[in-house]
């Protein structure tokens, strides 16, 4: 099957969207209409309050500590380690922390960077948010500028979406003209510029500093780390990334409170999230819901599994977290913790791919590992070549000339990929191949001993090896 087929087979059926009245407790979508983008929109429900309320333009009495009417760095930095808002790209790293870590008293430059390229196989919600509630990202990046005391910021928005990045760049020349961005905002002595960039679409510039590389004009290709953007980002200079919706969650947290924004999820996992679900549902789109949402409330605001069908397994995190089995899938609540401790996978970006009865899973990761092995950057040879290896070795199982010694020797090579690499897509590629032979070993055995998968005879997905 040449490169062609294999994408034929996984078209977008371009009905995911964020507006439909399925989510829970929305903070990030709530009101949006695909028309409401505009700043004026974006103050009637609230927008730019929050940055009203730091610089003290809000008519709030001065502070009983500090004396001053609105928040300090040290305050507003406080906020969202109380609110427990951890990181949306990936790792969920507590966004609070990774702010304190900023050298604030650096004398030089220091920068701050959205990460918008969104390229995890699955995952859609960022270019819904930029484009459908743009302010909200451009008012968290100011609130994080003025709490890490930085001057210049920039959006860096995946190539393929170009509309994207326009509608981003229009949003920004809307907040310079009301004065949120620029010099002296409202008036205050704090300035921060922000510029939105846009890539060319590969999946590894998403990867923090692979994206600082490209955003310098470079190839896009990770460093070693450390040094960590907090010490040597952009330009050499300390730098803070985050991804576009942890971002957009930073206004409500200022408006209402770390404490209410925790309240809104679980202990450790502040907040809602949201969740991009595709594949076999009924109505695949983003939804926003509270962290600890159970997965299975999550599956039923996506009307449930396509045709009544069975579930089989769940990618709950991106393509690169491993595959869980339906059953333990549907014990797990949709948090970091619960996804990671009970369910032995990753929350990821949020993007939870939905796998019905009629899915064979040797089918599933030939296309996984075939997405992996050509978004390897080509710097570490484990990666480099060991991803191409994976996707070799289940391409053939896949075609009816797997050998039985292919199972340890995919284990193998996935284990020696692991940890052994300069950035993590070497693990992204390794560990959705250690989770589907740990559940699904038996469909592997099954395709290399009968040269035909055991998915069931009226499955859309069987097919006959010859
Ligand atoms: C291969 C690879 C691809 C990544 N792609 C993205 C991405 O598209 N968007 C994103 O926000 N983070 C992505 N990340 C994670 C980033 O490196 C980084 O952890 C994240 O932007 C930090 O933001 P956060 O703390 O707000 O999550 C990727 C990581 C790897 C290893
Ligand atoms: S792990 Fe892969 S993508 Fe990351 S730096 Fe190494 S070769 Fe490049």
Redesign the pocket.
Known sequence: MNVEQILSQFQATGVESCFHDRHINPQIYAGLNGKNWGIQDYEARGGYAALRKILGKDGAEPHAETGVAGMTQDQVIATVKESGL????????P?GL?WSFMPRQFPGQKYLVC??????PG?CK?RDIMEYNPHTVIEGMIIAAYAMGISVGYNYI?GEIFHTYERFEAALEEARAAGYLGNNIMGSTFSFQLHASHGFGA??C??????LESLEGKKGQ?RFKPPFPASFGLYGKPTT???????AAVPWIIRNGGQAYLECGKPNNGGTKIFSVSGDVERPGNYEVPMGTPFAKLLELAGGVRGGRQLKAVIPGGS?SPVVPAELMMKLTMDYDSIAKEGGSMLG?GAVIVMDETRCMVQALARLSYFYSH?SCGQCTPCREGTGWLWRMVDRIEHGQGRVSDIDMLDSVAGNIMGRTI???GD?AAMPVRGMLKHFRHEFVHLIEHKTSMVGADATAVKTHG
């Open positions: 951890r990181g949306r790209g990936g790792a969920g790293f966004t990774k990460n918008s390229d969104e390229g995890e995952t960022d995946h999946y590894i998403g990867e923090e500093t692979a994206l990770p990334i985050n991804n576009t919706e942890t971002f690169s970006s978004e950035c993590a897509l992204a």
